[in-house]
């Protein structure tokens, strides 16, 4: 999968692709007037990089608060089991601290050891923030990736899990999805990639991006 999809900056509201965001973010919105010393962590999809995303979090923050994160914003469907694991598929304690570890380290999260969606977290560098009301703060994501409807083309909200197996292409719009056969296999379209596995419906996640909501720049 093409992994060079671009995202919006949280804070401000610009638009880069995925490397070029890490770089903005430490740039132009790391450094405070003192507050809480952070990490600056890229998350991706480990099978699929078009869905990542860049937050910052306290050092003195575990590992437990990334999955808390991670489980709203892209996999929270059944209350599966996760867990962490290093580069040698050792398994990392979820009350390690994020101080132990140091820039350019990198290892994965994993949810639901059955239907597992694997992710990959780097920490890209140090930064700085006023302290914050969440543990971990959203920095900036992908755009949502575009899909079209099989039939007709149009852009498309359901998938299908049936045909996703037998299928190139599972997705339908609402009209299409009306004549479709398997009506108790559909599930929304997400940014996600967790989408279309078990029961994931995306429910959790109540962070897309709002224009709107960006604080204005001084």
């Known amino acids: ?16 692709g ?4 890490k770089d903005h973010l430490l740039e132009s919105h790391g450094i405070s007037d003192g507050g809480q010393n952070c990490y600056l962590l890229k998350i991706e ?12 979090v306290p050092v003195t923050e575990p590992l437990a608060s990334v999955d808390t994160f991670l489980r709203k914003i892209w996999l929270e469907c059944c ?8 580069n040698n598929h050792s398994q990392l304690s979820e009350s390690r601290k ?3 570890f140091f820039v350019g380290d990198k290892f994965g999260h994993e949810y639901d050891f059955g239907s597992t969606t694997e992710t990959i977290i780097t920490f890209v560098g140090k930064t700085e923030r006023k302290p914050q009301k969440e543990k971990v703060r959203l920095l900036a994501r992908n755009i949502p990736p575009s899909f ?12 299908c899990c049936e045909c996703m197996y037998d299928s190139d292409n599972p997705f339908f719009c609402d009209n299409c999805i009306e ?9 929304p379209v997400t940014n996600s990639p ?3 596995v078990c029961g994931y419906a995306g429910e959790l996640d109540v962070f897309a991006f709002n224009p709107d909501k960006v604080p204005p720049q001084k």
């Open 1 to 16: 999968m093409a992994s060079d999809i671009n995202g919006n900056c949280y804070l401000c509201g610009a638009e880069f």
């Open 18 to 21: 995925k490397t070029a965001m």
């Open 45 to 56: 999809g480990a099978s699929d990089k078009r869905y990542w995303l860049y937050a910052d």
């Open 79 to 86: 209350g599966h089991l996760s867990g962490f694991s290093g």
């Open 98 to 100: 994020l101080e132990t």
């Open 148 to 159: 079209h409807c099989s039939v007709c083309g149009l852009p498309a909200t359901v998938l």
């Open 179 to 187: 004549e479709h056969e398997h009506d108790e296999m559909l599930f």
């Open 194 to 196: 967790r989408m279309g």
